[in-house]
């Protein structure tokens, strides 16, 4: 059964960072583009970042707006990374991450077939 788990969620400071990591089991990520996504309280879920799948010589990535030049998407081998930097109060969320064998863009996150459970990131004092 196919299983993505995040973790590397908790909680910091404004303009602290944060990197959450996704595993999966019973899915060969290769072959899989992958995104994190958040869902703040009282809020719809919003696309943060997607990276491509790693079965061509190119990986591209695509960030939301709220997030360029503070978070970094990668990927190696099973795993699925975000590295967040300058965290803001308003990046207070659950956060996700997914997959999909066809493609990931940050505003279609009803596209992504397999999804984690989510790790939680509060930024506060």
């Known amino acids: 059964q196919a299983q993505l788990v995040e973790s590397g969620g908790g909680l910091v400071q404004p303009g602290g960072s944060l990197r959450l990591s996704c595993a999966a089991s019973g899915l060969a990520l290769r072959y899989y583009h992958l995104g994190w996504f958040r869902q703040a309280p009282g809020k719809e879920r919003e696309g943060v970042s997607c990276i491509s799948d790693a079965d061509h010589s190119t990986i591209t990535t695509i960030d939301a707006e709220s997030v360029k030049g503070r978070f970094t998407i990668s990927r190696d081998n099973n795993t699925v990374y975000l590295q967040m930097n300058n965290l803001k109060p308003e990046d207070t969320a659950v956060y996700y991450c997914?997959?999909?064998?066809?493609?990931?863009?940050?505003?279609?996150?009803?596209?992504?077939?397999?999804w984690g459970k989510g790790t939680l990131v509060a930024v506060s004092t």
């Open positions: 997914a997959a999909d064998p066809e493609g990931c863009l940050p505003d279609n996150y009803r596209g992504m077939d397999y």
